[in-house]
């Protein structure tokens, strides 16, 4: 869950490239793989590979809605008139349409590498471990 | 518990996410108060206290003048790009048709700045001494009279349009492609003074 951010301001920063700091400035290179590099704790810290995944999708679907609120932060919580009156929720979808589906695959690219670095750790540990008992 | 088992035992990676949630984080709200800062500049920026003036001069030509004020109460610096003034009158005769009066464009440079919190007053005062300008304006008196409405060149009423733009801050704001156009209009204010009403 503490990927969730991320992605909220990733998100955020997608549709306000010019308010937010830093920007990415709408790269989606970028922002794919960072998606990449925040699902890899998922992949570290959980054996299992569905559940990592699962993880990945819920933090996504938590950082979006995080990102939601940021973007109708001044309605919600200011009394200031929308700027995109009549579909503004419809508006942050359609831009963020395609930002989701690389934070979804960006994020199970991530599991494999937290995998295989949790793998290679736990090889190093053991092989170590061994070594020490033999001496 | 596994999870926080596995937290404690790989400390540094553990940690490393942490300081990486807790920096985005910040950014989020940082952005976000910007964004409301930027929203609000939007709303609250206003043009008040016009004051419209005709003077007849001592050498016949008429002076017309406004002053205007802009009240910027934001957090964030307007940056102006154009000023226009221009004083026309309705025709009567045809009525949506207007005779010009004056007409002021300018495109400041770097004088042109409200800083936050702050109010500018703008003063615009133009010499009309052109006889064709003049000779239309008699002709709207003369035309007036005889509808039974009497003018005077001070008292004729004078439609004053006085737009400013600006950009707030620093903000970004070259974008070209279609979809991103309203990231420009996001941190551009326009306002309008028109005929006695804010816009």
């Known amino acids: 869950m503490i990927c969730a951010p991320a992605i909220a301001f990733m998100t955020f ?13 709408k790269n989606l290179l970028v922002a794919f793989l960072l998606s990449a590099l925040f699902g890899t704790p998922a992949g570290y810290f959980h054996s299992r590979t569905d559940l990592a995944i699962g993880t990945v999708l819920l933090y996504i679907t938590i950082g979006y809605l995080l990102a939601l ?7 919600l919580f200011y009394d200031f008139e929308a700027v995109f009156p009549g579909l503004y929720v419809m508006f942050f979808l359609n831009m963020t349409v395609i930002l989701v589906m690389l934070f979804v695959f960006g994020g199970i690219i991530g599991v494999i590498l937290g995998q295989i670095l949790r793998e290679t750790f736990e090889m190093d540990e053991t092989s170590q471990t061994f070594t020490r008992w033999r001496s | 518990m596994g999870v926080m088992k596995d937290f404690r035992r790989r400390w540094f990676v553990a940690a490393l996410s942490i300081v990486a949630a ?69 025709n009567s005769t045809l009525p949506l048709e207007y005779i010009p009066v004056i007409s002021v464009y300018t495109v400041p440079t770097e004088y042109a700045e409200v800083g ?28 007036s009279t005889s509808e039974g409405t009497d003018y005077t060149l001070e008292s004729i009423p004078y439609i004053h349009d006085f737009r400013v733009v600006a950009w707030l801050g620093d903000y970004e704001h070259d974008y070209d492609y279609s979809k991103e156009l309203y990231l420009n209009d996001m941190v551009k204010i326009e306002r309008r003074y028109h005929g006695g009403e804010y816009n």
């Open chain 1, 13 to 25: 920063d997608f549709v306000f490239p010019n308010v937010a700091t830093p920007s990415l400035e």
């Open chain 1, 69 to 75: 609120v940021a973007y109708s932060a001044p309605f």
């Open chain 2, 22 to 90: 807790l920096f985005f984080t910040g950014s989020l709200i940082f952005s976000s108060l910007t964004y409301v800062s930027v929203l609000s500049a939007r709303q609250n920026v206003t043009l008040a206290n016009a004051a419209e003036h005709a003077e007849m001069l001592s050498n016949g030509s008429l002076s017309i003048s406004l002053a205007i004020d802009l009240d910027n109460p934001s957090r964030e610096v307007l940056n102006i790009v154009s000023i226009s003034w221009s004083v026309k009158v309705l």
């Open chain 2, 116 to 143: 936050r919190h702050q109010v500018k007053s703008f003063e615009y005062e133009q010499c009309i001494s052109d006889p064709q300008a003049l000779s239309r304006l008699l002709g709207f008196i003369n035309h």
